[in-house]
Nanobody, 121 residues
């Protein structure tokens, strides 16, 4: 089972990026999928999660700016990042396998390798 994250990059404050995470080797259409961020020197922090039927949950800091979405046919999850701020900088990881909209990283059994997002001020 592999989760392949992509779409990160260097962007100025106020800019946008779209992160993608495609899975292979298993199907996660019935599980929760999420995005986490790890800033330098920090632990993984929950950002957003989605169920297969479109229910979503976000941390307050990204509400209205980030959007998580899924394509169950492609076993993929996306994160649209708009109005980026310098504090959004970090490595973004996709995760899969939770039973619901969990914020608890231990409930996700599968993780991607991460994609770097750098927001310059």
């Amino acid at each position: 089972v592999q989760l392949q994250a992509s779409g990160g990059g260097l962007v100025q404050e106020g800019g946008s990026l779209r992160l993608s995470c495609v899975t292979s080797g298993s199907r996660f259409s019935d599980t929760g999928m999420a995005w986490y961020r790890r800033a330098s020197g920090d632990i993984h922090r929950f950002i957003a999660a989605s169920t297969s039927d479109g229910k979503t949950h976000y941390i307050d800091a990204v509400k209205g700016r980030f959007t998580i979405s899924r394509d169950n046919a492609k076993n993929a999850v996306y994160l649209q990042l708009n109005s980026l701020k310098s504090e959004d900088t970090g490595v973004y990881y996709c995760a899969a396998g939770a039973s619901w909209l969990s914020r608890i990283s231990a409930e996700y059994g599968y993780w991607g390798q991460g994609t770097q997002v750098t927001v310059s001020s």
